[in-house]
């Protein structure tokens, strides 16, 4: 079994930042720290010993400004302790062999996953990719570290607020990974407060190997409304139509074949609305809009699944 200790080498090692982070329990500013938005398979150990913390399954984007894990990968190497250095208690959590000062833990992450947050400097992290795990000595926590497709492709939609078409496709199989954003105007580096005629839209990264462009496309006219001009729900505007933006001429001849099917299949209400045009610029929403239902599970959504509107297999329509 591997030790883990700390060590004056290692501490020596530490940046300024690092050492004021894990050893005089400083906090690092939100959203300056490097391992913020990585989001490659690996997992997370301590700066100072080595020892592991977190994987990269267990993280997720909670707008705080700091990397945030709904549990560690090995509970017995972080510690929690009960933190009084502002006016309200906290719970501070540590390394239990390196003794680093990580961050706090909160109960408002995900209730899907536990509820938990633990919310970490980045300063109090090394990153180790998933191919260089063994190689560093951590094979052990492989079958806890998600696999890399050996491929994948890209899909960018819209249809309507893009808090509730993320919290569907994410749980899709096949969805490596999927980011809400801004895609279809001509504003450049659009925000929420002003993006044009840019569409809400989300850019789903799969795995081609485990689902396909046309299973997306199927569940994507299941969820929202294709026959209604600017307006999902309650809400109105361009920043909520209904559209495909196709990444090259493969996924243009299988958006129209799905249209078609959609439309020959009599299941929705009128005629398909949804705009096909290449895709374009893709412009990241801010970290308060990412994930927000997995953070928020009451928010606001006009998105659900309507088992009715479902295109019967192309054998059985056959």
């Not at 749980?171 to 569409?199: C, E, F, K, M, Q």
């Not at 495909?244 to 009599?266: C, H, L, N, P």
Request: aromatic share 10%; glycine share 8%; net charge negative.
């Amino acid at each position: 079994m591997t030790s883990y200790c700390k060590t004056e080498d290692a501490v020596a090692a530490l940046t300024p930042e690092q050492y004021r982070v894990t050893q005089e329990n400083a906090t690092e500013r939100p959203g300056s720290g490097a391992l913020l938005h990585t989001k490659d398979a690996g997992i997370y150990v301590d700066i100072v010993s080595g020892e592991p913390l977190f994987a990269s399954a267990d993280k997720y984007e909670s707008g705080c400004g700091w990397p945030s894990f709904t549990r560690p990968i090995e509970p017995a190497n972080v510690k929690a302790k009960r933190d009084w250095s502002m006016l309200i208690p906290r719970t501070e959590v540590r390394s239990a062999h390196g003794d680093s000062h990580l961050g706090h833990l909160f109960k408002d992450g995900p209730r899907s996953r536990g509820g938990l947050r633990y919310c970490i400097n980045s300063a109090a992290l090394r990153f180790v990719p998933r191919g260089e795990m063994v190689a560093q000595g951590y094979a052990a926590y492989l079958d806890q570290v998600e696999q890399v497709p050996a491929r994948t492709e890209r899909a960018v939609l819209a249809g309507g607020c893009f808090w509730g078409m993320q919290d569907l496709i994410r749980a899709l199989p096949g969805v490596v990974s999927t980011r809400v954003g801004y895609s279809g105007g001509d504003i450049a580096n659009a925000t929420y407060r002003r993006h044009g005629n840019h569409a809400e839209a989300i850019e789903i990264v799969f795995d081609p190997a485990r689902t396909d462009f046309r299973t997306l496309l199927e569940f994507f006219f299941q969820i929202h409304d294709p026959t209604t001009v600017n307006r999902q729900g309650n809400d109105r505007g361009v920043s909520y139509r209904s559209a495909i933006f196709y990444t090259d001429d493969d996924q243009k001849a299988v958006a129209q074949d799905t249209i078609a099917d959609v439309e020959a299949s009599g299941l929705w209400p009128g005629k398909v609305v949804t705009e096909l045009s290449p895709v374009g610029d893709f412009w990241e929403a801010e970290p308060e809009h990412q994930d927000y239902l997995e953070r928020k599970p009451n928010g606001y959504t006009c998105h659900f699944v309507r088992p009715n509107w479902k295109l019967p297999r192309r054998a059985e329509a056959a």
